[in-house]
């Protein structure tokens, strides 16, 4: 009797541990396929700061059906990593984002490489560098959007400038050049104007975030 009264403890017993083991794993599994969903559905095919900022260049493919937002949505993606302040960043974002998506890759490689000019003006003059830029620029007008920065290249330049600083450098330099030039009527002239508005237009941009943060914490 005792036996009997042990073995069917005993089978009760490994009853309950394989329910409690069963129900644990239903559980655990049920827990991963939820997280699998969120992380699945976390992100749309909106076009904003909040939506790409973090998004993946696969669930872009997955998640954006028309070519060109497509490719929009990936030089948007770049736009986000183009500094760790999160104002010029977003100042990026939103210029680019006016624009067609090869417009606006140009537009972003050029940034890009600014950044990358910037680093390399400790041992040259910045303005030197500017014009060598435009030069390369008038002699080679064939870049096209479906061109890809490198990514040893994107790195080089991600790691090495992630400051504000070079944008009114930038600015800075490119206003004195078209002052030098614009009397001349030639090429340089035009770069050199374009250049300013450009960087204006990213100094207004990145001010208009910066003020609406200030006025946020006026109210508390």
Request: hydrophobic share 35%; no cysteine.
């Amino acid at each position: 009797m005792i036996t009997s009264n042990i073995n069917a403890i005993r089978a009760t017993f490994q009853d309950t541990v394989t329910s409690t083991q069963n129900n644990t794993l239903t559980s655990f599994i049920s827990t991963l396929v939820t997280n699998k969903e969120v992380s699945t559905t976390a992100k749309t095919d909106v076009l904003t700061y909040e939506n790409i900022k973090g998004i993946t260049l696969e669930e872009i493919d997955t998640l954006f059906k028309n070519e060109d937002n497509k490719n929009m949505a990936k030089n948007l993606r770049l736009a986000t990593l183009f500094s760790n302040d999160d104002y010029l960043s977003k100042a990026l974002f939103n210029t680019v984002l006016g624009q067609a998506f090869n417009l606006g890759f140009s537009y972003l490689t050029d940034r890009y490489e600014d950044k990358n000019m910037f680093l390399s003006s400790k041992n040259n003059s910045l303005s030197d560098l500017l014009f060598s830029s435009f030069t390369n620029k008038i002699n080679n007008p064939n870049s096209k959007s479906t061109d890809v920065i490198s990514q040893d290249r994107l790195d080089e330049i991600l790691t090495a400038v992630n400051s504000f600083n070079f944008i009114s450098a930038l600015s800075n330099t490119s206003k004195k050049g078209y002052d030098k030039y614009k009397d001349e009527k030639n090429d340089y002239s035009f770069l050199y104007n374009d250049y300013n508005l450009k960087y204006q237009e990213l100094l207004y941009k990145y001010q208009e975030f910066e003020n609406i943060n200030k006025n946020i914490i006026k109210q508390f």
